[in-house]
Each structure stands twice: as C-alpha cells, then as structure tokens.
C-alpha cells in the first residue's frame, strides 16, 4: 500500500492572514508541520501543496518538496485532488498546514483503518479528540463531530454537538481534528462532488462527503496539540514547544 501526506497550504487565512510563515522557535509554522510529519517516517513521501510562491520556496529552501496549486480551489482536499490525479498512490493523508504538533501514533491510527478493511467499506477516515472545556465545546473555531456506535460520523458542526438539553444525561462531546486519510479514488471523487449547502454554510469540508451519502470513519486520539488559527494559539505553541 503506497502512502503518501499532503499538507495544504494557503497563505492568506481569514482569522490570522500569514500564519503558516508566523515564527514556531526559530522556524515557520508551516516548516514545523512539514517536518514533524515527514519525522513520522509513515509515509513514501510527503509534500506541500501551495498558491503561495513564499510558502514554496520556504519548504523548498529547507530541502522539502512543494507544488504549486494550478488553480483555486475550495478546500485543502480539492488542492490535493489536483496534486495527486496522475500519482501512483493508494492511501492519501490530509495533513492541515497549521498543526506543527503532528506525531505518528495518531497517524498510524488513521492508517490501521485501513490496513484492517478487508471488504474496503471505508473511504475516508479522521481524527477526533475527547473535549471537556466548556469555553472550546462553545466556540466556533473548534469544530465538533458526533458519531454512531461504531464511530462512523454523524454530523460536524461549529455549534455545540450534542446540546445538553437534560443536563442529567452525560455526553461526550468531541473536537475534530482536520487530518484525514483518503482513498485516491474517494478523494478525487470528493474534489468533483459539488459544494454541498451545509458545507457552505458551515465552513466544513467533510460535510460535502456526508450529504452526498458517503461515510467517514472516526478515529479517538488522546493528542490534542495545537491547531493554529488565531495569534492567541500560536502563543500556546510557543509555550508548549518550550
């Protein structure tokens, strides 16, 4: 099974503009992801897949490998189906360009998936993070997956999922991590599925996958890390990476 890591990346961001290029202890964000990913030593080859000719040269300089986008796209998957149309590939990791944290145990989870699919039933499969703090459960930068009873994806949201009504009832409520392992096949036939309404109105890919009736196969990890989307989160990596 040839297995292969693209991490999107735009360099304009509507919350924190320029982002992937911000300053991680010396090195860029964007640098840091591509690293840690290619340090998981899971894949034949990773790269990054940009519209950003400072972002390219960036992993370019530093000995990685870049491509540059040959159009627009709506999403991180939709830059990487144009990427990996003519690959020789079998397995398709979806690494966001923001999570310089990125370590192996939950990627080789992501992988087993599929590894462990003899009757390939699954086409997509992602991550998701147990979440307790009421401030993240409540904010729209974190988004929230609920699932079924063998973990396939019920819906996401940016809302509380799901709604406390009777407070009697305990819930789990869970953060979606954005890295998901595709298919080749699955991913190029999302990148010609149109945008769905709730995608649109949600700002969440995946959902595209849901209301055009295909399954997403969630996987539990214990690693939260840090995703950076605001000044604020990049200040907690710096911390952390301390």
């Not at 034949?44 to 400072?54: A, N």
């Not at 949201?157 to 869970?174: G, T």
Request: proline share 3%; net charge negative; glycine share 4%.
């Amino acid at each position: 099974m040839r297995v292969i890591a693209m991490i999107p990346a735009r360099y304009s961001a509507t919350r924190f503009p320029g982002k992937l290029m911000q300053d991680l202890e010396g090195k860029t964000v964007i640098l840091r992801t591509y690293q840690a990913t290619v340090n998981t030593g899971l894949f034949d080859k990773v790269y990054v897949i940009t519209d950003s000719e400072i972002i390219y040269n960036e992993i370019e300089s530093n000995g990685g490998e870049a491509i540059m986008s040959k159009g627009e796209h709506e999403s991180g998957s939709d830059r990487i189906a144009e990427a990996v149309e003519e690959l020789d590939v079998d397995i398709v990791i979806n690494v966001q360009g923001d999570e310089p944290f990125t370590e192996r145990s939950s990627l080789e989870s992501l992988l087993k998936v599929f590894e462990d699919d003899d009757t390939e039933e699954i086409d997509l499969a992602s991550l998701m993070v147990k979440i307790s703090d009421r401030d993240e459960i409540n904010s729209p930068n974190t988004v929230k997956v609920v699932v079924d009873s063998r973990n396939f994806a019920l819906f996401f949201s940016r809302h509380p999922i799901p709604f406390r009504r009777d407070h009697a009832v305990e819930v789990k409520h869970f953060k979606h991590k954005g890295v998901y392992a595709f298919r080749k096949s699955a991913l190029m036939d999302f990148s010609r599925l149109p945008m769905s309404t709730l995608e649109a109105s949600e700002k969440i890919e995946c959902l595209r996958f849901l209301e055009h009736g295909r399954r997403i196969k969630m996987v539990e990890t214990k690693i939260e890390g840090v995703e950076i989307d605001t000044p604020e989160d990049l200040e907690k990596a710096k911390r952390l990476w301390k």
